[in-house]
C-alpha cells in the first residue's frame, strides 16, 4: 500500500527502527541510504516504512512490512555505519533494521502521537519529496537523497539545510 499519509495521522508509536542500506565506502553521512519503521500502538505486527520511491528516487511512500526477523540494537548503528563507510565489509549487502526504542535521541516520539503532517515540496514544482511527521515535541522528516532516502529528528541527524523548501499541509489538526 502506496503513499496513504493521512493513515498516520492520530497514531502513537509503540515501536522505531531505522532502517539502513549499508553504506559501503560512502564519504559523508548524510549521502546514506537511510529510512525510518514505526510501529503503532494500534497494530504491534505492522511495521509502516517511510522511505522513498525506488521507481522515481523522489517521492515519499509508506510501505507496510512484517516485522524484521533480524533486528540489531541501536548500540551496534554507529560502529557499523563506520565500519561500512571505511569499506569494511562486515556482512552481506541488504537492510539493516535497528530498533530504536532504548535510545534517548527517539525518547520525545515513542509513545507519542502524531499530531500533523506536512509535505515537502520544491516551490511552483507540484512533486512532493519529502514527509514530515509531527510529534507534540518533535518530528521525523524523510526526504529523497542522492543514494535513496534520508530522516532527521530534532535529536538525531539534523541538519539546517532544507530551510528554504516549502511544506505544504497534508492536514492540520
Given at each position: ?76 548503528f554507529d560502529e557499523r555505519v563506520k ?61 529523497s537523497n542522492m543514494d535513496g532516502n ?24
Amino acid at each position: 500500500m502506496k503513499n496513504k499519509y493521512s493513515e498516520l495521522l492520530n497514531k502513537s508509536v509503540d515501536r522505531l527502527f531505522l532502517i539502513l542500506w549499508p553504506p559501503f565506502g560512502e564519504e559523508k553521512i548524510s549521502d546514506i541510504d537511510i529510512s525510518v519503521g514505526l510501529v503503532f500502538d494500534d497494530n504491534s505486527n505492522l511495521l509502516f516504512v517511510l522511505t522513498s520511491d525506488e521507481e522515481d528516487r523522489w517521492s515519499p511512500i509508506i510501505i507496510h512490512e512484517d516485522i524484521p526477523s533480524l533486528i540489531y540494537p541501536m548500540e551496534d548503528f554507529d560502529e557499523r555505519v563506520k565500519r561500512w563507510m571505511m569499506s569494511e565489509e562486515i556482512g552481506d549487502f541488504e537492510l539493516e533494521y535497528y530498533e530504536a526504542n532504548k535510545d534517548g535521541k527517539f525518547s520525545t516520539i515513542l509513545g507519542k502521537e502524531i499530531k500533523e503532517i506536512k509535505l515537502f515540496k520544491v516551490e511552483h514544482i507540484d512533486s512532493v519529496f519529502g514527509i514530515k511527521l509531527i510529534f507534540d515535541n518533535d518530528y521525523i522528516l524523510s526526504l529523497s537523497n542522492m543514494d535513496g532516502n534520508t530522516i532527521e529528528t530534532s535529536k538525531f541527524n539534523k541538519s539546517d539545510k532544507f530551510i528554504s523548501v516549502a511544506f505544504i499541509n497534508l492536514k492540520k489538526i
